[in-house]
């Protein structure tokens, strides 16, 4: 919801510190793919992860800046009028409290950021139809949700993406009542934010950088006028001269 942490991660403000418990929480996710992608061909479906080249499927947008990678397409669904119509597939682990809700209200009630994800996908594969696949951590209950294609959905969010990623200013933070706010409370980037915190010194923090397509970033410095390989952004160079919307 807040366009400014967006905006700051994509700049690299800061560098998050998960530890091990965390890790491991991503990492059952990713392993829970297996599951369903077994459950699915058991079911009698086809499921495909890979294009023709062998590449992951992926997504992108503003010049690459944008993008993600998804977690496949399935083909043979039996809850869609033509079941040989191919449609994306998404796959996701819940808690129990997640989970329950989830089943009450459906995804885009419950779980808006997913229901945008898989619209966002749809609309740069030509999709039509996703299958949200979900299980409960606790039980290994299995939910299961078509969701359809939202043109108007999709190409919101996906304008608000390059809107974000092409900003040369920090866009306004979800918030005008400050660090007392409770979402701002539990955000990593509420010391840059409201209490003068400086950022990571790099680049992307530089008040001279700006992306440029095909997910190039370039300095504006007279000086050094180039364009800028990922290590190079890491390092930054002499030149470096913090963006003035931090520590606002």
Not at 53 to 61: D, E, L, N, P, Y
Not at 207 to 218: F, L, P, Q
Request: hydrophobic share 35%; charged share 25%; glycine share 8%.
């Amino acid at each position: 919801p807040c366009a400014r942490k967006i905006f700051f991660q994509f700049r690299w403000t800061l560098k998050r510190k998960h530890i091990g418990r965390i890790i491991r929480l991503f990492n059952r996710g990713h392993m829970e793919e297996g599951r369903f992608i077994a459950a699915l061909l058991t079911a009698g479906m086809k499921v495909y992860q890979q294009d023709a080249q062998g590449k992951q499927f992926r997504i992108s947008s503003f010049g690459g800046h944008v993008g993600s990678a998804t977690d496949g397409i399935v083909v043979g669904c039996p809850d869609l009028q033509d079941p040989n119509v191919a449609i994306l597939t998404e796959m996701k682990t819940h808690g129990e409290k997640s989970f329950v809700k989830l089943k009450k209200e459906g995804v885009q009630e419950s779980k808006f950021m997913h229901y945008v994800q898989q619209q966002v996908y749809m609309n740069k594969m030509d999709l039509r139809a996703s299958l949200y696949l979900a299980t409960n951590k606790n039980t290994d209950e299995i939910y299961a949700e078509i969701v359809m294609y939202d043109e108007v959905v999709a190409m919101h969010f996906l304008d608000r993406a390059d809107q974000i990623a092409g900003a040369d200013e920090a866009p306004v933070g979800l918030s005008n009542k400050g660090a007392s706010w409770f979402e701002c409370k539990m955000c990593d980037f509420a010391g840059v934010c409201y209490r003068g915190e400086e950022p990571l010194r790099n680049c992307r923090t530089c008040r001279y950088s700006i992306a440029k397509e095909h997910g190039k970033w370039h300095c504006r410095h007279s000086v050094v006028n180039a364009t800028l390989d990922v290590e190079e952004q890491l390092k930054g160079c002499s030149h470096y001269e913090m963006a003035h919307y931090y520590g606002k």
